[in-house]
């Protein structure tokens, strides 16, 4: 009698546990080669019932296709549920599918051979990188731009998951310049994918400096013309690395920190009219006299530009008026010329508050030639 019920008890556990069955298309792969993974179990589970995640150290893994069923045969049911999962590995050797577990049937595991493609292609046969710095010497608030481009030489719609990596540095600030442009083009008879960004880089500090050039990864679906097995290249960009020289501030240095190769103050003058009077800065002197009536108003427009600096890193306009004139300020406009240098326009109004000659007062800027490692003053025209 204990037998028998010993027997009936191991018989119902064998009808009612699960089973789950794992297989591959082909255990002995190259590296960039992909293949499938089918696993499978007579239960009906959710989608999120297999943990995929030990297999993203060794393999690429694609999002998996899953589906349940349900069939009856002469009045007996069966279930399954199944995943098909596309994998390529990530590294040579013998790399190991682990089993699973799912809702506590588990699955057996799986050696793979991973060998070497000889006809694999390299890197830069699918994407590089192109970087131009327009300068690695810099001073204390001087801002170099350094021009990436990425050339995607594969077919776009062949990648897989792409992401770039913008250049960094531990020490020195990188910023981007507007956004980036995407357009195909022809290089050496080859057309190609071109994604184009610029940066600006700066140091608030002197010092040697690195800067790391970007990086792109994913992966790009390929096959060669000689066979139909369908592989699956890494992409990881090597990472190119710059030197930037911050030199320290020179000793002796006069006023407000402004370095630049290249900087002008330009004044207009024009009346209540809009009418331009003349580019003078010495308005109300013996070169130039405007007679104005009580009420009329006089408009100066101030316009700065300087190469190697961003837009808000321009001076603030500071001009002490008499208390004989009223001053209106319009909100400042900044902006970049066509060749690149930083702008700002300042627009003020001046009403006289009484009758007489008014003086008005010039302006000037002090600022660093870093051409020529002098500094100068430069005069509004």
Not at 108 to 123: E, L
Not at 124 to 133: K, R
Not at 196 to 213: A, D, E, R, W, Y
Request: avoid cysteine.
């Amino acid at each position: 009698m204990l037998l028998t019920l010993l027997i009936g008890v191991f018989s119902s556990h064998s009808v009612f546990a699960a089973t789950a069955v794992a297989s591959v298309s082909q255990n002995s792969v190259t590296k960039d080669e992909v293949f499938l993974l089918r696993v499978a179990t007579d239960e009906k589970v959710s989608s999120g019932a297999l943990d995929l995640t030990p297999l993203q150290k060794d393999f690429y893994v694609s999002t998996p296709s899953f589906g349940s069923s349900m069939r009856i045969v002469n009045g007996s049911r069966t279930v399954s549920s199944e995943w098909n999962i596309t994998l390529a590995p990530l590294r040579l050797g013998r790399l190991d599918i682990p089993s699973f577990d799912i809702e506590g049937a588990k699955t057996q595991p799986i050696t793979i051979n991973v060998s070497v493609n000889k006809a694999a292609p390299k890197q830069s046969d699918m994407a590089e990188f192109q970087l131009n710095l327009s300068k690695d010497s810099l001073y204390p608030q001087e801002v170099a731009e350094l021009d990436v481009k990425l050339i995607i030489k594969a077919d776009p719609r062949r990648l897989q998951d792409p992401k770039i990596a913008p250049p960094s540095s531990a020490k020195l600030d990188v910023e981007p310049i507007g956004e980036s442009k995407q357009f195909q083009d022809v290089i050496n008879g080859q057309e190609v994918t071109v994604v184009q960004q610029s940066f600006h880089i700066s140091s608030q500090k002197p010092g040697q400096f690195k800067l790391n050039g970007p990086k792109l990864t994913g992966a790009v679906v390929y096959s060669t013309n000689n066979s139909s097995t369908t592989r699956l290249f890494q992409l990881d960009t090597p990472v190119k690395t710059l030197d930037v020289a911050v030199k320290e501030v020179p000793k002796g240095y006069q006023g407000e920190w402004l370095p630049t190769s290249n900087f002008k103050l330009i004044q207009q003058w024009s009346d209540s009219q809009g009418n331009e009077l003349g580019s003078s800065n010495a308005l109300g002197d013996d070169k130039q006299k405007i007679e104005m009536e009580a009420g009329d108003s006089l408009t100066r427009t101030i316009t700065m530009t300087a190469s190697n600096l961003t837009q808000h890193q321009l001076p603030k306009l500071n001009i002490t008026y008499p208390k004989t004139v009223r001053v209106y300020e319009e909100k400042p406009k900044f902006g970049t010329t066509q060749s690149g240098d930083a702008v700002v326009v300042y627009k003020q109004v001046l009403i006289p508050k009484e009758s007489g000659s008014i003086s008005l007062p010039d302006v000037s800027q002090a600022w660093f030639n870093t051409d020529s490692q002098s500094q100068e003053t430069s005069n509004a025209l």
